[in-house]
């Protein structure tokens, strides 16, 4: 179960995109009269005039399901899932209509909701990424419906814009960072495929504490591509040749990160858990034999005794 949250300006570009599409079928509508898809546009735009100053009164959710839950996603489930998702997400007292779509092989729906509620106040939209995140994993949970395994499992042929991108990032970065030294070679390697990499300083401290990636027209923070790409994750793949955190970007060059084919198995790494094996931080040699302070000064002593 995966959730795509967008939100729009116009009701009637989206009611025509989700009832227009062939074989949708209108499973049900709250609040509004669904006789025409018109109708259903001026119930929403009527709803909406109670608070004008909203300049994105449309909320638009598809929420997509595996080809394994197939079998057991009936019209009824889906309105069950459907509405159990709107009320976790705080989405209540609104209008709202379900539709489902059979154009691709998993089985998806599509809410369209107004923003505006049946009192005329704004549907809060904080943190919507995160909560939608959060409440998919709950639903897949409680109601036994199919986890992936990973990204190396979508059909990324079939993939549609900015997704497509997103991909072709993460397969890059993948790909590129158990190759390079530093943040340098990887934003060079990364280039030379049309790849970006943008850093996000704290004020005028000079400190990261952000990143993301860009090809094309499309802009993506680490996160949005997966979880483990935040800069503290992927930074810790370089291990001292990454960016000095504590406020400048200087870049030393020591121990390479390992190359990828060395690093799977193992499974030990909390970087490694969230990509799945794919990329390993380096250990330092001088890691490995660690300097006794002890002893260096009993080496300075002796020599100073010598002299």
């Known amino acids: 179960m995966i959730g795509k949250i967008r939100k729009g300006s116009r009701f009637k570009g989206c009611v025509n995109y989700v009832l227009g599409k062939e074989q949708?079928?209108?499973?049900?509508?709250?609040?509004?009269?669904?006789?025409?898809?018109?109708?259903i546009i001026r119930s929403f735009i009527l709803q909406a005039g109670m608070n004008p100053d909203l300049k994105k009164p449309v909320g638009h959710i598809a929420l997509?399901?595996?080809?394994?839950?197939?079998?057991?996603?009936?019209?009824?489930?889906?309105?069950?899932?459907?509405?159990?998702?709107?009320?976790?997400?705080?989405?209540?007292?609104?209008?709202?209509?379900?539709?489902?779509?059979?154009?691709?092989?998993?089985?998806?729906?599509h809410?369209?909701?107004?923003?505006?509620?049946?009192?005329?106040?704004?549907?809060?939209?904080?943190?919507d990424m995160y909560r939608n995140e959060q409440v998919c994993k709950k639903l897949k949970a409680k109601h036994g419906l199919?986890?992936?395994?990973?990204?190396?499992?979508?059909?990324?042929?079939r993939l549609r814009e900015p997704d497509k991108s997103k991909y072709e990032i993460y397969n890059a970065v993948k790909d590129e960072i158990g190759k390079s030294r530093n943040w340098r070679q990887l934003q060079t390697r990364l280039a030379e495929k049309g790849i970006g990499i943008h850093f996000k300083h704290r004020?005028?401290?000079g400190e990261v504490q952000g990143i993301s990636f860009s090809i094309g027209e499309y802009t993506f923070k680490g996160s949005e591509i997966d979880r483990s790409f935040s800069f503290s994750?992927?930074?810790?793949?370089?291990?001292d040749a990454g960016l000095n955190t504590a406020g400048n970007n200087r870049q030393?060059?020591?121990?390479?990160?390992?190359?990828?084919s060395q690093t799977l198995g193992k499974a030990d790494s909390p970087l490694l858990t969230g990509l799945g094996g794919l990329f390993s931080a380096p250990s330092s040699p001088a890691d490995e034999t660690p300097d006794n302070p002890g002893e260096r000064?009993?080496?300075?002593?002796?020599?100073h005794l010598k002299l």
């Open 24 to 39: 949708a079928a209108l499973l049900h509508a709250e609040g509004i009269l669904a006789e025409s898809n018109r109708d």
């Open 64 to 109: 997509s399901y595996s080809p394994v839950d197939a079998p057991k996603l009936t019209d009824g489930k889906m309105v069950q899932l459907a509405q159990e998702y709107m009320r976790e997400m705080k989405i209540t007292d609104t209008q709202y209509i379900i539709v489902r779509h059979q154009d691709r092989e998993h089985p998806h729906v």
């Open 111 to 127: 809410i369209v909701f107004n923003r505006i509620d049946n009192n005329g106040k704004t549907i809060s939209d904080r943190n």
């Open 146 to 157: 199919y986890f992936a395994k990973g990204k190396e499992h979508v059909k990324q042929h």
């Open 203 to 205: 004020g005028q401290t």
């Open 233 to 239: 994750k992927l930074d810790k793949c370089f291990g």
């Open 252 to 260: 030393t060059v020591s121990a390479p990160v390992q190359e990828l």
């Open 297 to 303: 000064k009993k080496k300075k002593k002796k020599r």
